[in-house]
């Protein structure tokens, strides 16, 4: 009896001892099996490729392998750091002192050396004797492992480098596509589960969960984009600007073909990039637009049958008055077509103009145009630009607008509108994105054109007469193709001065936005030049012969057909610019110096014009609630057949 007391006892027992481990501390004991056992990896899959439209790889993601540090497993600190210091080439002291605070703060991750690609990996693999009886994962030095990473590479380095944008640390994205495009791009986590032997190695592997990230198309054209950078480096050089950009734009569809901005920066090495250069200025800058603008006045006349291009206007003296302030052509121009006062950029003939169509319909074309409002580009930090209500006009706002200023626009909006002029009056989007792909090709969403018809196609078909008449008599007779017509228009602007509440006279806008074939475009192309300083500093001087090049290039390599006369041989013309009058009654100018302008068609210099593209003030006026520029100067033209340049100065 005693002994079955004590079995009974014994049973008794172990039954309790049984169901307190199965029961009460199952979880916890499964738990603790489990992580002796298996291990749950998180690896994030590689982020998404963006292709230019032809398929070349903009921007890519690499394995590479982080070495961290567990500092609670590290005992010896200062061999470990010393160790390590001489196999990665690191001071020994910084990173004892990384572990030792890692340690101190009870961290089980420091970081040691950040995405080291494979054949560093094996260096430091042999260095530290990694030996097949340990865990892969695990270096034979206590405290020390691997993690998998991801580094980005921009394989093109500065090209299109701010539409394509450029990731942190972390590999999110901070600028661009890639920031526009983070939750597609972004790789997603996959989970797998590794079970262990008893010394470690894995045995067996289990995904568990995946979610593939996507790859992004642009529409940018890699080699148009190479093009529009080197003939935009030149013509910034050239002109010592402070900066430019250019936009390429297919009309038909509104799909961005190269965007450029310089200076620029690679965003392979960001840490070394100037902040003032990575921002997108086409679509982030506002400037006043100047005569560019003066297509959207004539727009709206002819959009309500008040001119034809054929027709004429009288400028009178070259003055006109306005809510007590007087416009003024530097030279009038007398009775002419429509045609040759937009050639000639009479600031007289564009205001009567805007005046004759009113406040109300001229600021329901600038809204239909595009202005005021963001294009919708997928990029990031879009502005919308500034266009003040009617309400808030001033007695000259009208007069003002109708050559391009009290409106701030940005250069992504001035190539929109002429896109609509060259697409027969439709307005198409501007996308920078063609579709967004999965890893294996297949496309899952596809950028659909979106168009409304803006003005009719009369009004635009009479728009690109006259714009044609610009390049061929105009202000922007450098801007003529060899083969190919073009039509466009020059600009040239006084910069805002914030400091001084005022327009600074010696800093300008410079533009040309052109369409080439003048009678069915294929592109259109718009370049804007921040602060030109040397020689002719108008849009006719400055812009139109990048336009020039690059719509030259971009064409012959479209293999659009000619339909102008291509002129085999180039012509070296001696272009002799005058220096800008600073007084109207000081005929005095600085000594001449001839310019080299080589063309790739064959013509003669233009004959000496003086034509007007500003106003001039009468009196000086405070800077309005909103904003907005009221400018009042007039100008003198600063080279033969160039957009004029302002000679007095201006305040706001």
């Known amino acids: 009896m005693l002994i079955v007391a004590v079995f009974v006892l014994w049973i008794f027992g172990i039954s309790a001892r049984l169901v307190h481990l ?14 002796k056992r298996v291990d749950v990896r998180q690896i994030r899959q590689l982020r998404g490729t963006i292709f230019d439209r032809n398929g070349r790889a903009l921007a890519m993601s690499v394995r590479v392998k982080t070495l961290y540090a567990d500092p609670s497993e590290i005992k010896d600190v200062e061999t470990t750091a010393s160790t390590l210091s001489k196999v990665l080439d690191l001071d020994a002291a910084q990173i004892a002192a990384q572990i030792s605070e890692g340690k101190s703060a009870g961290k089980r991750y420091v970081a040691i050396a950040r995405k080291l690609e494979e054949d560093v990996v094996q260096r430091i693999n042999k260095a530290l004797d990694i030996s ?43 600028a661009g596509v890639e920031q526009s495009q983070e939750e597609v791009l972004h790789g997603k986590v996959v989970k797998k589960l590794q079970e262990r032997d008893r010394l470690g190695r894995v045995y067996d592997e289990t995904e568990t969960e ?17 093009m529009v950078e080197q003939a935009l480096e030149k013509g910034v050089e050239a002109a010592a600007a402070k900066s430019g950009m250019a936009v390429v734009m297919n009309p038909k569809n509104g799909e961005i073909l190269a965007l450029a901005n310089y200076p620029t920066f690679d965003p392979n090495t960001i840490v070394e990039a100037s902040a003032e250069h990575i921002g997108n200025k086409a679509i982030q800058t506002v400037y006043s637009p100047g005569s560019v603008f003066k297509v959207v006045t004539y727009g709206s006349a002819l959009e309500k049958n ?39 950029s009479s600031n007289v003939c564009a205001i009567k103009t805007g005046l004759s169509v009113g406040r109300d319909d001229f600021a329901a074309m600038v809204r239909k145009m595009g202005f005021g ?3 919708g580009i997928e990029l990031p930090a ?54 967004i792909r999965a890893n294996d090709s297949t496309p899952t969403a596809v950028t659909q054109t979106q168009q409304s018809q ?79 300083k040397s020689g002719a500093r108008d849009g006719g001087m400055v812009s139109a012969p990048v336009f020039r090049e690059i719509t030259q290039q971009i064409l012959q390599e479209m293999r659009v057909v000619p339909d102008q006369p291509i002129k085999q041989e180039a012509l070296t013309a001696k272009i002799t610019p005058e220096t800008p009058q600073t007084d109207d009654a000081t005929k005095k100018a600085e000594p001449k110096r001839e310019t080299d302008v ?27 609630e909103s904003g907005k520029l009221t400018a009042r100067f007039s100008v003198e033209s600063s080279a033969q057949g160039s957009e004029p340049v302002p000679k007095t100065r201006i305040e706001t």
Do not use: C
């Open 382 to 435: 879009e502005t919308q630009g500034i266009v003040r209500p009617v309400e808030r006009w001033n007695g000259d706002s009208l007069a003002s607008m109708s050559i391009g200023y009290e409106i701030g626009v940005t250069a992504l909006q001035m190539a929109g509108a002429f896109a609509t002029i060259a697409n027969n009056g439709s307005r198409a989007r501007p996308h920078v994105i063609k579709e």
């Open 306 to 344: 008040l001119i034809s291009p054929d027709a004429m206007i009288d400028s009178g003296n070259g003055t006109i008055e306005v809510a007590k302030h007087v416009f003024k052509d530097s030279h009038g121009v007398g009775r002419v077509s429509y045609s040759q006062a937009m050639a000639r």
């Open 210 to 226: 995946r979610s593939a990230s996507s790859d992004i198309v642009l529409t940018i054209d890699a080699a148009f984009q190479y």
């Open 373 to 375: 409002t963001k294009t």
């Open 132 to 174: 097949d009886r340990k865990k892969a994962d695990l270096p034979n030095f206590t405290g020390l492992h691997w993690r998998e990473d991801q580094k980005r590479s921009y394989p093109y380095r500065t090209l299109a480098a701010q539409v394509v944008g450029f990731n942190d640390a972390a590999d999110e994205g901070r």
């Open 598 to 624: 080589r063309s790739k068609r064959t013509q003669a210099a233009p004959p000496k014009e003086k034509d007007p593209d500003v106003k001039k003030k009468d009196e000086k006026k405070k800077l309005p």
């Open 22 to 35: 199965q029961v009460t501390q199952h979880a916890w004991l499964k738990e603790q099996a489990l992580s």
């Open 454 to 532: 803006v003005v009719t196609e009369a009004t635009a078909k009479s728009l690109r007469t006259m714009l044609r008449q610009v390049v061929l008599t105009g202000t922007g007779r450098r801007a003529q193709l060899n083969g190919y017509s073009a039509a466009g228009k020059t600009g040239t602007a006084w910069k805002f001065n914030p400091v001084t509440k005022s327009v600074d006279p010696s800093k300008y806008i410079s533009s040309f936005i052109g369409m080439a074939p003048a009678d069915d475009p294929k592109i259109v192309v718009a370049v804007v030049m921040d602060e030109p």
